[in-house]
């Protein structure tokens, strides 16, 4: 540890320089840097996968940066595990809570930081002091309580408390009003508002603009791993922050011919899901989807895009109607799953591929006869034969230009543009009547982004319906018929890409319907 | 049945009950901190081997003790390299330690002995000796309380009495001791410790290690108290029942006390009455000698109660991204 001096500043209570991180060809920190001001509430947004949640792990020991460094109060400081993050005055209050289920309140707080190997002096000061916090800060916890019996809004307390009780003096939350009500967030902010006052610091992780435009003090964007702006929040608005996040980047040209859209493929009516934290993520979807057209759905992500590829794809639950090709799609019955999806002519390309597309450790050939090993060229009787699987995919790796054309790689040894284009190619092969594609350039070089796009387009060109989801708003205006915006479960309107522009779109996606409608 | 019939049963009950507490509460800290542990039969017979072999070669029962708690700790190491480093499936190191204990003390046996894989005949200080307990003599007579004394209590080798203080102690441990929280704390959510700057890895192999110290004294147990040397397979299921004891122990500790008591009465029950008639009928002795392994069948498939295990419990842990 080098001394105080090395230019920090004592009145930043968190200073990262040019801290970069990879993993494997990903790079999910790009070197960043960003300064926050002791006493001061801190907002960093971004779309998933920006790398909020990953800088965030390299301030609390999780991983190592590769690059950069890090400045506690002007100082610099190493932070290889948690216990030194702990040490450093940081506390981290975890998306998914980092509590044992079965003990009582008063048992996580003091887990891991007891005053010797006594348990009971310890948690007789643990109760002193939690009794003391909660008339301070307006966190009414009974420490007695096991956590299971608490609601998420006072589990979240409890990871507030043990953070104070570690005596943290910066706080960073990740993601913290996911899984509350609104009037949990509301006193989830009270509370944040008054540590701020006694001169704590608080890092606020979100992709919610409304929460940042409330709370926060100055705001971060990333995207795509990178810093791309600070402001302060009462200099910004909502339309810039949402334009930051999603990117203005070289704008892509695909050469397409208007539409011409014929019968409606897709056809969906109130479509309903409510998320097993009992939240509904769709608050009745309407929308309808031609042969030849391309229908984009814009939005910040987290705002039920994920979900209604879901429930369309087969494997998540709702409630509503759903036809395809006029003939209604059973929702609940145990045939809702993604076989019988694609027996009806559904081909499906998910948001996550490295998840839900592919199975990383597999092999190409694998991959791509995944989902349709029963197809009889692919199987005779009781047995698959590899040899004509590997055959079509060698042919497919081909025609989509898949680099190295090797069928026997494992997916994960393929750049993102790759792999995208071998679920491409397993899904476009089928012949499907709609495709569903979530954010097909999502960690994809420019060169197979182009690629990919002409095949969207090639598709729609051959009387498909395709249903395109992306958070890039370039992609969206470049590829789209037409284009409906998602917020917070619901579609706020539909626009058509010549009609609109990225400021509209802006407005609609930061849930701003009356003016712009 | 008189009261001086009922007082042997109990007494043997004891008796046959202390291998099993010691590999229960083996089970029960291994268990606590997240790591199953089915190997603990394997353990117990490396023990019961190399305790007999050093306590026969040494003439010391306390050095063939140590023997036996030096080997099953060596396992107990190999189940830890292989399930908290490696990360590997827990249930398959386990069952590769059953087997090698039981392949490796007949070969070794054989080696060394020559005898068909047994130690030779243990005597004097190679055995544990009963211990008179205090005063045991004098009051033999009182009524009820002086044969419960003398002839219950008294009289046991001194790893019976350290098995039964091991289960206050255990108790203390896990409720009342910071590490005790810590080693509740990662078998129910390793994050939570890890997050808290304590380290998953650490605790862990304390928890094997510690299990690896219990199963020893339960191997040598078997091979230098209850028998008087080394017999091939002599572990005989114990580490099996061991871990049946555990969930119907529901892995706490004073309940773990009750549930081997039970097996080891089951156990003197089928020893004592080769033969029982029922009414008319003939109750087989074979069916008598197999009561202990009913129950664990019995308490496996889940009989007896819901017992709810750790919840990490088999899970090796990875830190999330």
Known sequence: ?517 | MDLLDVIQILDSTLRLATPLLFACLAGLFSERAGIVDIGLEGKMLASAFLSAAAASYTGNVWLGCLAGIGASLLLAAIHGVASITFRGNQLISGVAINFLASGLTVVVGEAWFGLGGRTPQLMGAGRFQEIDLPFAQEIRDVPLLGPIYADLLSGHSALVYIGLLCVPLTWWILYRTRFGLRLRAVGENPAAVDTAGVSVAGLRYAAVMICGVLTGLAGAYLATALSAGFVKEMSAGRGFIALAALIFAKWRPWYALGATLLFGLLEALGNRFQTIQVFDVTVPTQFMQALPYILTVVILAGFVGRAIPPRAGGEPYVKER
């Open chain 1, 1 to 517: 540890m080098s001394p105080a001096g090395n230019g920090g500043d004592a009145a930043l209570a968190i200073e990262l320089r040019g801290i970069s991180k990879a993993f494997g060809p990903v790079q999910a920190n790009r070197d960043i840097s960003i300064q926050v001001r002791r006493g001061t509430i801190h907002g960093i947004i971004g779309e998933n996968g920006a790398g909020k949640s990953t800088l965030m792990s390299i301030l609390y020991g999780f991983y190592r940066a590769d690059a950069g460094e890090i400045l506690i109060g002007g100082r610099r400081v190493e932070i290889p595990d948690s216990q030194a993050a702990i040490r450093a005055g940081i506390g981290m209050v975890f998306q998914h809570f980092k509590l044992v289920e079965n003990f009582t309140v008063l048992e996580n707080v003091v887990l891991g930081a007891e005053d010797g190997r006594l348990l009971k002096p310890s948690l007789a000061k643990a109760r002193r002091l939690l009794k003391q916090l909660a008339d301070d800060y307006e966190m009414d916890v009974d420490p007695e309580a096991v956590i299971e019996d608490l609601g998420v809004g006072q589990q979240q307390r409890v990871e507030i408390l043990k953070a104070l009780y570690r005596e943290a003096d910066i706080l960073i939350l990740d993601e913290p009003t996911g899984v509350l009500t609104p009037a949990e967030a509301d006193h989830l902010f009270r509370i944040l508002r008054g540590l701020r006052d006694e001169g704590k610091t608080i890092i606020l992780i979100t992709h919610k603009l409304r929460e940042i435009m409330e709370i926060t003090d100055t705001v971060s964007v990333m995207r795509r791993g990178e810093m791309t702006a600070t402001v302060r929040t009462a200099e910004t608005s909502p339309e810039e922050l949402a334009e930051l996040m999603v990117g203005r980047k070289v704008l892509l040209r695909v050469d397409k011919a208007p539409a011409t859209p014929r019968d409606v493929v897709l056809e969906v009516r109130n479509l309903r899901v409510v998320d097993e934290q009992k939240v509904e993520r769709l608050r009745g979807i309407d929308l309808t989807i031609r042969r030849g057209e391309i229908l984009g759905i814009a939005g910040v992500s987290g705002n039920g895009q994920s979900e209604l590829l879901e429930v369309l794809g087969g494997y998540a639950n709702g409630t509503g109607t759903i036809r395809m090709n006029g003939r209604e799609i059973d929702l609940t019955g145990s045939a809702s799953n993604a076989r019988t999806r694609r027996a009806r002519g559904i081909a499906h390309v998910p948001e996550d591929r490295q998840r839900e597309g592919l199975v990383m450790d597999y092999s190409a050939w694998e991959n791509v006869a995944f989902g349709y090993h029963s197809d009889p060229r692919f199987s005779s009787g009781l047995f698959m034969d590899h040899a004509a699987m590997r055959a079509d995919c060698d042919d497919k790796m081909h025609r989509f230009d898949v680099r190295p054309p090797d069928p026997t790689l494992a997916a994960k040894n393929f750049s993102g543009g790759n792999q995208q284009k071998i679920v491409l190619a397993r899904e476009i092969e089928r012949n499907p009547d709609l495709l569903m594609i979530g954010q097909p350039t999502r960690g994809v070089d420019i060169g197979a982004i182009e690629f990919i796009h002409e095949q969207i387009v090639a598709l729609r060109d051959q009387g498909k319906a395709i249903l395109l989801v992306s958070v890039e708003l370039d992609e969206i205006m470049a590829l789209s018929d037409r284009i409906a915006v998602m917020f917070d479960g619901r579609i706020m309107g539909e626009r058509l890409p010549d009609e609109t522009d990225q400021r509209e779109l802006g407005l609609l996606m930061a849930g701003m319907a009356g003016e712009a409608a």
